[in-house]
């Protein structure tokens, strides 16, 4: 059984693709059922996911399906996809059960892939405003990733080529607030912006080093810089 907020998120999202033939952006899930926060929209989106009732297209913001309806809808939908199917295109909701995706969890051993929150560009020039929100997800195979929580970022910028990481590529952050010197870090920076480089922590303050000449080191006091990650993957389309 679903929660109201989850009911009524579930009838807006099916209404806007109804309407519009696109999904609604989470600003406006956020405005359609109440909420104050981004962050309340993905927990309801993460839970109907997992229940078996949408679908997200985790290589694509804004793109999701309705796969299923609650039971006391599934009737009266059941006409409207049957007219649709005539019309000559797929409808979109489609009855049966799913199983559930945890996002976030570990799979179990026999499972190809698990899914990692893409947050959105990171700067690995200049800093940028720290991102909070996942924009979407990424499938990794699960015997490619380390153990941990992770999440994902795409690379904007140049300051680390000689690292190999290019502008455009897609890095697998290990969330935690410890580094080693030496190692490739998500670096917030008086907790308004954040950047992609290697770091050196020199006595009280914490030098972020780009991997390319043309770009400086900036260095910090450390109480102004807080480790948000270290780089353990990187991903490149071609």
Excluded: C
Excluded at 64 to 75: F, H, I, K, S
Excluded at 168 to 182: K, L, M, P, S
């Amino acid at each position: 059984m679903l929660t109201r907020k989850q009911r009524h998120l579930l009838l807006f999202i099916d209404g806007r693709l109804r309407e519009t033939g696109i999904a609604p952006s989470f600003d406006e899930m956020r405005e359609g059922v109440g909420l104050r926060s981004k962050s309340g929209i993905h927990r309801l989106v993460q839970s109907l996911e997992e229940r078996g009732f949408i679908r997200r297209h985790h290589h694509r913001a804004r793109a999701l399906d309705v796969l299923r309806l609650p039971d006391d809808m599934a009737a009266r939908a059941a006409p409207a996809a049957a007219e649709a199917e005539g019309r000559g295109f797929a409808p979109t909701i489609i009855q049966g059960d799913f199983a559930p995706r945890i996002a976030g969890a570990r799979p179990s051993s026999d499972a190809p892939a698990m899914q990692v929150p893409l947050y959105g560009r990171i700067a690995a020039g200049l800093p940028i405003e720290a991102l909070r929100d996942p924009a979407a997800y990424i499938d990794i195979p699960t015997a490619q990733l380390p153990l941990g929580e992770h999440y994902a970022l795409e690379v904007a910028g140049d300051s680390m080529i000689d690292a190999g990481i290019l502008d455009g590529d897609t890095v697998i952050i290990r969330r935690g607030d410890i580094a080693e010197n030496g190692q490739i870090v998500v670096a917030l920076i008086d907790d308004a912006e954040v950047t992609l480089k290697r770091l050196r922590r020199r006595g009280n303050s914490v030098a972020l080093e780009p991997a390319n000449p043309k770009h400086e080191t900036r260095i910090f006091p450390a109480e102004r810089v807080k480790i948000q990650g270290r780089l353990t993957m990187l991903y490149r389309r071609y």
